[in-house]
């Protein structure tokens, strides 16, 4: 039996990630497919900095005055008004690893349903924030993902569930847009019902450069059957292609074979 129920999507901050998920929601539910949707984690990571116990020093909120990394030395929050915790910047990947480590685990170990699907995602990127600074302490790479994998400090069992991988790009221009764009949307909102989603400039150059290429070892090991890049133009093309690429797909199928297609979308290990 194909026990493969896990589609991923992955990419940088602010390509169209949670709205690719939306999308195959509402496909794969038209389908009477059942879908359980694990959200890459910021919740969690942002629950973890407010628990900080060792000096907040994982963690930097951008009201603060140091930015040598040299000189942090930790800091209070007062209060959440004039010392916010968002938005707020990583220090080094404590945080980050605990994060995934968790999640990598929860996909290994969740029941297995015949008819239904875990929708999750991941971003990744390279960190290209000036060296010497704050900002720049952080690694959300796909090259240094592989190497905790390697090592074992990440999970690694959880990618046999992996039936489908999508990689989501987008040309950097469009994406400052997009990222701006959900700055503002998040401004608007109150903060009494959710989490602000505003983002500081630093935190889209942590995932500046795409380097999901560095990741292509870890999924032939996989053998995902699988694997498709789609460019995000914020055009309704976005969304047509992820509605093809989802229904070309038998989710259903018992045999594990890799699916190329002719089309220059798809991304070919």
Do not use: C
């Amino acid at each position: 039996m194909d026990k493969r129920d896990i589609i991923m999507i992955s990419g940088q901050n602010a390509v169209g990630k949670s709205t690719a998920m939306e999308v195959l929601k509402q496909v794969l539910r038209s389908q009477g497919t059942q879908v359980k949707e694990i959200a890459f984690g910021y919740k969690r990571l942002f629950e973890k900095i407010v628990t900080d116990t060792e000096g907040e020093y994982h963690f930097h909120p951008t009201w603060h005055t140091e930015s040598n990394p040299k000189n942090i030395k930790g800091h209070i929050h007062k209060d959440t008004v004039l010392h916010p915790y968002e938005p707020f910047t990583e220090i080094g990947n404590t945080l980050n690893i605990e994060v995934l480590q968790e999640k990598f685990n929860s996909l290994e170990n969740l029941s297995y349903l015949p008819n239904q699907i875990i929708l999750t995602d991941l971003a990744r990127g390279v960190n290209t924030n000036p060296s010497q600074t704050v900002e720049a302490l952080a690694d959300y790479s796909f090259q240094l993902t592989k190497k905790l994998m390697h090592k074992n400090v990440l999970p690694v069992k959880w990618l046999t569930r992996v039936k489908v991988w999508i990689h989501i790009t987008m040309k950097e221009d469009l994406r400052w847009k997009a990222f701006s764009d959900r700055n503002l949307l998040s401004i608007s909102k109150s903060q009494k019902s959710h989490l602000a989603w505003v983002k500081s400039t630093e935190s889209f150059h942590m995932f500046g450069n795409d380097d999901f290429s560095e990741f292509s070892e870890v999924l032939q090991s996989a053998n995902i059957p699988y694997i498709f890049s789609i460019n995000n133009d914020l055009t309704p093309r976005f969304f047509q292609n992820i509605k093809e690429k989802i229904k070309i797909i038998s989710l259903n199928r018992t045999e594990l074979v890799r699916n190329y297609l002719s089309e220059e979308n798809l991304y070919s290990l």
